[in-house]
């Protein structure tokens, strides 16, 4: 989790507060070592731009706000890591509230994925849907929900007095 905190603050990003559940449901739940996060909506000091892609929500709006969806996973998924675990990103699902006509799905969910990339590194590549519905809860135009994975953190490895070499996984 160190790891992931120092990499927020070398893009000077701000990890948002841990989200609270809209109904009856976990924000997160740890399996074994997979990390399955709920939906997240793109809400910020509580407040969330609401509206149909492209129609009230511009493209370029859109992407950013699939990535702040994308920091309240991570901040949902980080308090069920143990001391030294990181996170690698297994899954990303990102949902698109837009018109009928509208067909750039992906353009929109890139926002999380190369943020994701951008905090995660390699850990960071992942599988992914991008689809477009008619509806999501409280009128969002994107919301994100994930599957990490719990790892070992990365550490540098002794190998002998003035030899230290970081561990490649």
Known sequence: MKDI?????ELSITLPPKPTPLAAYSPAVRAENFIYVSGQLPIHDGQMTTGRVPDVVSLD????????????AL?????????????QLVQLQ???QSAPDFYNHPA?????????LQILGERGRHARIAMGVSALPKNAPVEISCTFLAVPQRSPRFLGRYRW???KF
């Open 5 to 9: 905190l120092q990499r927020l603050e």
């Open 165 to 167: 070499f970081e561990r």
């Open 108 to 116: 929109i969910i890139d926002g999380a994925s190369t943020l994701a």
């Open 61 to 72: 709006e859109a992407t950013e706000l699939s990535s702040l969806c994308f920091l309240n």
């Open 94 to 96: 990102g949902f698109v």
């Open 75 to 87: 901040a949902a998924a980080l308090p069920l890591l143990n001391e030294n675990e990181s996170l």
